[in-house]
């Protein structure tokens, strides 16, 4: 079954301690993407990777890494969480056309204390 | 870069009305405009979406239409029934390989 997997679905964690969101496709698709979903501001994105060791920042990208090692992984790294990246974040796929549908992971509820 | 609105924010119908969410985008060479539903708790999924060179496309009680000269776009549901209460969420691209720009989102509550 084609899909987009992230791991943990839900996290309660400490200000400080680094933490990463793994996501993973299974669908060869060379475009990954961060969002994070927040009360009336909709889906904004992290950061995003057009394909192998090739990443750039979306419209929040400050206090978030990430990597792109191989295709099928695109983890987030968050190196010293703080309460405002508290959120729901979501992974997504796609192939290398733009003008293709994006699917989405189930997305991961992270709670930074 | 692109700039995507979407309008209402909320919107609350009777079972069976139609219900229309608009959205406008900035960047003329946008040409790719999906629809995403995304129900409590669970992640966003694709219902609908329109390519530049289509000004309408329906999927049983879904449509899309597109106004490129205004650079605007809607989402319409006939006929509405309970399970199509979520958020719904517009977006655009180009082909130019940039990201997909996402408007706010509008919450559709079907009583």
């Known amino acids: 079954e084609a899909q987009v997997t992230q791991n943990p679905r839900y996290l309660i964690t400490v200000t400080g301690k680094k933490l990463t969101v793994t996501c993973s496709q299974n669908?060869?698709?060379?475009?990954m993407s961060w969002y994070r979903q927040d009360p009336g501001l909709g889906l904004r994105q992290i950061y995003y990777?057009?394909?192998?060791?090739?990443?750039d920042k979306g419209d929040v990208p400050e206090g978030y890494k990430v990597s792109r090692k191989e295709k099928r992984n695109f983890p987030l790294i968050l190196e010293s969480p703080s309460p405002n990246q508290t959120s729901l974040y979501f992974c997504?796929?796609?192939?290398?056309?733009?003008?293709?549908?994006?699917?989405f992971g189930d997305g991961t509820r992270l709670s930074i204390l | 870069g692109e700039n995507v609105e979407q309008h209402p924010s909320t919107l609350s119908v009777q079972e069976g009305d139609s219900a229309v969410i608009k959205c406008t985008y900035s960047d003329s060479a946008s040409n790719y405009f999906p629809w995403y539903k995304q129900e409590l708790g669970k992640r966003p999924q694709l219902i609908i979406d329109?390519?530049?060179?289509?000004g309408e496309k329906k999927d049983q009680r879904i449509a899309v239409t597109l106004n490129k000269t205004a650079k605007h776009f809607s989402l319409h549901i006939t006929e509405t029934q309970p399970e199509d209460s979520a958020v719904y969420f517009c977006?655009?691209?180009?082909?130019?390989?940039?990201?997909?720009?996402f408007g706010k989102g509008t919450r559709l509550s079907v009583i």
């Open positions: 977006a655009s691209c180009n082909s130019g390989n940039t990201p997909l720009v």
């Open positions: 669908m060869n698709h060379e475009y």
């Open positions: 329109i390519r530049s060179n289509v």
């Open positions: 990777s057009m394909n192998v060791e090739v990443t």
């Open positions: 997504a796929s796609r192939t290398a056309s733009s003008n293709q549908p994006q699917h």
